[in-house]
């Protein structure tokens, strides 16, 4: 099946610094690629969505300007926490999309996560 | 909006069948999904199914899909302790620029020796 690796798989950072996460897709190219949190023992919140070449599209709420997605190749996508407090300490998931699954289906590829734990 | 609901825990006894339910309210989603999350770990497509399908198997798992009722079942035969785990149902959103998922709250399913 599709492969996608997440890079930290866990950090911890002082508060006030920035913090880079990346997401790949190892064995096929997606044209897709989400950013997801999750907190303890709750369900995923998409934070945005990116496509390859383009800005990302980001959910209501989530502000662009602290959390920078770029999403520079079918193959890559990072997301900066900027200027990180303790209460964006979360587990974050990248997922990656590919178009022509099985049956033509739309299927969503997860990454490990990240644990960013910031004091 | 849409909107995906599961029980929150199922507790079963290893060797029994675990049945995890779901509902939806987009009734235009094309697909439906399962997916199974550890602890400390990422999500895994355990199966999905299209929406013409009434039943998927798959091995150890089945999904029933009632789209009458909008309702989404996973079964799991002879359930074993490693199938204890997070299962989340989502449907697929078809609306806007980008197609994305809908999710469930999950359902943490323990399974006893």
């Known amino acids: 099946g599709a492969v996608v690796s997440q890079h930290p798989s866990w950090v911890i950072c002082k508060s006030g610094t920035s913090v880079k996460i990346e997401c790949r897709s190892l064995d096929f190219q997606a044209t897709t690629m989400f950013w997801y949190r999750q907190f303890p023992k709750q369900s995923l919140m998409l934070m945005a969505t990116s496509n390859e070449g383009s800005k990302a599209t980001y959910e209501q709420g989530v502000e662009k300007d602290k959390f920078l997605i770029n999403h520079a190749s079918l193959t890559l996508s990072t997301l900066t926490v900027t200027s990180a407090h303790p209460e964006d300490s979360s587990f974050y998931i990248c997922?990656?999309?590919?178009?022509?699954?099985?049956?033509?289906?739309?299927?969503?590829?997860f990454g490990p996560g990240t644990r960013l734990t910031v004091t | 909006g849409e909107d995906v609901e599961q029980s929150l825990f199922l507790s079963v006894r290893e060797g029994d069948s675990s049945v995890i339910n779901c509902t939806y309210t987009d009734s235009s989603s094309t697909y439906l999904y399962w997916y199974k999350q550890e602890p400390g770990a990422g999500l895994q497509l355990l199966t999905y199914?299209?929406?013409n399908m009434d039943m998927k198997q798959d091995q150890r798992l089945t999904v029933l899909l009632n789209k009458k009722d909008k309702h989404l079942s996973l079964r799991i035969a002879d359930t074993q302790t490693g199938d204890s785990a997070i299962y989340f149902c989502a449907e697929i959103d078809n609306a806007g620029n980008n197609r994305k998922l809908i999710w469930g709250l999950g359902t943490s399913l323990a399974v006893n020796p």
């Open positions: 199914i299209f929406s």
């Open positions: 997922s990656a999309s590919s178009l022509a699954g099985l049956q033509g289906s739309y299927e969503q590829y």
